[in-house]
T-cell receptor
Framework: GEDVEQSLFLSVREGDSSVINCTYT??????LYWYKQEPGAGLQLLTY?????DMKQDQRLTVLLNKKDKHLSLRIADTQTGDSAIYFC????????????FGPGTRLSVLP | NAGVTQTPKFQVLKTGQSMTLQCAQD?????MSWYRQDPGMGLRLIHY???????DQGEVPNGYNVSRSTTEDFPLRLLSAAPSQTSVYFC???????????????FGQGTRLTVV
């Protein structure tokens, strides 16, 4: 079945760049997503990329997609303490396109 | 602008008790779903609905029931609570396929359930 893998923890210093990696199995996903979860809160859509794109930039965020290797990454430039959260990679493998398969989430800790 | 509202935020149940987790959205979304979040496992889909009167099972449906009598509401029922159902539950809604270019799910704040 579908599977999305992520490393569970990442620690960076304030001002550095963070790179969160994800691998997925279903090549039919039209979109791939990054969601952010702050402590005690629900998930919020951070950014997404269409499957026929290689890169998408959105202010401090850069998403890279390697469709051949089924690898997705999220780069956060100039990481701030407010970026500390859990980041989920997600794909939508079914034909209806609404059911998400989430990775386990990467907990990003930003050290001052 | 309420979005997706879940109640209660916290609940403690005894093994064998039943309860209903409430979810309501005010965005006229056709699609609604329930996920559970467990440490190190991400979110797993329990049940989903593509419109009023239509529901289907997700990855982990056992022990849960749903119904969808209105577009706005999608309650999740635990029939006989078990400690394995201790988790954080999230309700999500989005436009149905064809209503929007892509699926952006809006999540509620979650219900933290402990079964003792």
């Amino acid at each position: 079945g579908e599977d999305v893998e992520q490393s569970l923890f990442l620690s960076v210093r304030e001002g550095d760049s963070s790179v969160i990696n994800c691998t997925y199995t279903d090549s039919s996903s039209t979109y791939l997503y990054w969601y952010k979860q702050e402590p005690g809160a629900g998930l919020q859509l951070l950014t997404y990329i269409f499957s026929n794109m290689d890169m998408k930039q959105d202010q401090r965020l850069t998403v890279l997609l390697n469709k051949k290797d089924k690898h997705l990454s999220l780069r956060i430039a100039d990481t701030q303490t407010g970026d500390s959260a859990i980041y989920f990679c997600a794909e939508t493998p079914d034909n209806y396109g609404q059911n998400f398969v989430f990775g386990p989430g990467t907990r990003l800790s930003v050290l001052p | 602008n309420a979005g997706v509202t879940q109640t209660p935020k916290f609940q403690v149940l005894k093994t064998g008790q039943s309860m209903t987790l409430q979810c309501a959205q005010d965005m006229n979304h056709e699609y609604m779903s329930w996920y559970r979040q467990d440490p190190g496992m991400g979110l797993r889909l329990i049940h989903y609905s593509v419109g009023a009167g239509i529901t289907d099972q997700g990855e982990v449906p056992n022990g849960y029931n749903v119904s969808r009598s209105t577009t706005e509401d999608f309650p999740l029922r635990l029939l006989s609570a078990a400690p394995s159902q201790t988790s954080v539950y999230f309700c999500a809604s989005s436009y149905a396929w064809g209503q929007a270019e892509r699926a952006e799910a809006f999540f509620g704040q979650g219900t933290r359930l402990t079964v003792v």
